[in-house]
């Protein structure tokens, strides 16, 4: 599947069309932002992170009988996916702790 023109652009993810109309490819970006995008920088690797945990979320959602828009995983950064109209959400994770906090060692 080759990329074409660039669709869209966000904070995560580029947007590319691709030959078939209805899909289009998400190339995941190692861009970071924080305090309301006041706060801008770059994790190395975060976008190769970030496509291969939402394949497995989608890969499970799949096995749950759970259509998604996902096709497949591309590349380490580039995901297939179908031309949707999304619903916007967003999921943000703080690494707070309250109470106790231990880390221990698997073994």
Do not use: C, W
């Amino acid at each position: 599947m080759e990329k074409k023109e660039k669709l869209y652009e966000g904070k995560a993810k580029i947007v590319y069309s691709t030959e078939d109309p209805d899909l289009v490819i998400q190339y995941f970006k190692d861009d970071a932002t924080a305090f309301n995008a006041a706060k801008k920088g770059t994790v190395l690797n975060k976008g190769i992170i970030n496509n291969k945990i939402s394949t497995k979320i989608f890969e499970f959602l799949k096995g749950e009988g759970i259509p998604t828009h996902f096709e497949k995983r591309l590349s380490d950064r580039e995901m297939l996916v179908k031309k949707v109209k999304i619903v916007p959400v967003e999921v943000i994770v703080r690494n707070k702790a309250t109470g106790r906090y231990e880390i221990t060692e698997a073994g």
